[in-house]
T-cell receptor, first 113, second 117 residues
Framework: GNSVTQMEGPVTLSEEAFLTINCTYT??????LFWYVQYPGEGLQLLLK?????DKGSNKGFEATYRKETTSFHLEKGSVQVSDSAVYFC????????????FGKGTKLTVNP | DTGVSQNPRHKITKRGQNVTFRCDPI?????LYWYRQTLGQGPEFLTY??????LEKSRLLSDRFSAERPKGSFSTLEIQRTEQGDSAMYLC????WGSGRMNYEQYFGPGTRLTVT
């Protein structure tokens, strides 16, 4: 079945540090890949997505590249801010049918000033 | 467009009681999904509707759970005879699915947090 494995947290960084959160997946077919973010007290928001191999999703300074050969979709940001503190979820969905999302367990990021 | 709304935001109930949650999707969205999120885990799919038809149910959805979307607009999720293991955040999401298009973004509501005592 489909599954997502992401880096265990929590992750604590200082402001302006470089961020990487690893995500790998197992899927039948060719999934679309997503990063969702959950800020404290708020609902899940889509951060970025990629729909095919070698696509790069980007938003708010975050980037992730769909790597089919390594079945990975690692999230990166060059310089984090305190406001980036949140829980980040990697997810996939397969085209056709329900297109339900399959999520990883989430990685909590805390950025200190 | 006010986004996806869910009510109530919090519910505390005693074991054995029945509870019902409501989700109002974005108005033009034809698909509606329910997920459950327990502490320290990612959301897990429960069920989804396309318009008023419930098209898939997860094995997580025991026979104590029932979901409806009677007019293809809002949806309700009912849990009968609640158990402590039902304590979780219940998330609703909606999307505007269309044949021949890809990547139907799911928009999530704030969730209903259920605590069973």
């Amino acid at each position: 079945g489909n599954s997502v494995t992401q880096m265990e947290g929590p992750v604590t960084l200082s402001e302006e540090a470089f961020l990487t959160i690893n995500c790998t997946y197992t899927a039948t077919g060719y999934p679309s890949l997503f990063w969702y973010v959950q800020y404290p007290g708020e609902g899940l928001q889509l951060l970025l997505k990629a729909t095919k191999a070698d696509d790069k999703g980007s938003n708010k300074g975050f980037e992730a590249t769909y790597r089919k050969e390594t079945t990975s979709f690692h999230l990166e940001k060059g310089s984090v801010q305190v406001s980036d503190s949140a829980v980040y979820f990697c997810a996939l969905s397969t085209q056709g049918g329900s297109e339900k999302l399959v999520f990883g367990k989430g990685t909590k990021l805390t950025v200190n000033p | 467009d006010t986004g996806v709304s869910q009510n109530p935001r919090h519910k505390i109930t005693k074991r054995g009681q029945n509870v019902t949650f409501r989700c109002d999707p974005i108005s033009e969205h034809n698909r509606l999904y329910w997920y459950r999120q327990t502490l320290g885990q990612g959301p897990e799919f429960l069920t989804y509707f396309q318009n008023e038809a419930q098209l898939e149910k997860s094995r997580l959805l025991s026979d104590r759970f029932s979901a409806e979307r009677p007019k293809g607009s809002f949806s309700t999720l009912e849990i009968q005879r609640t158990e402590q293991g039902d304590s979780a955040m219940y998330l609703c999401a909606s999307s505007n699915w269309g044949s021949g298009r890809m990547n139907y973004e799911q928009y999530f509501g704030p969730g209903t947090r259920l605590t069973v005592t």
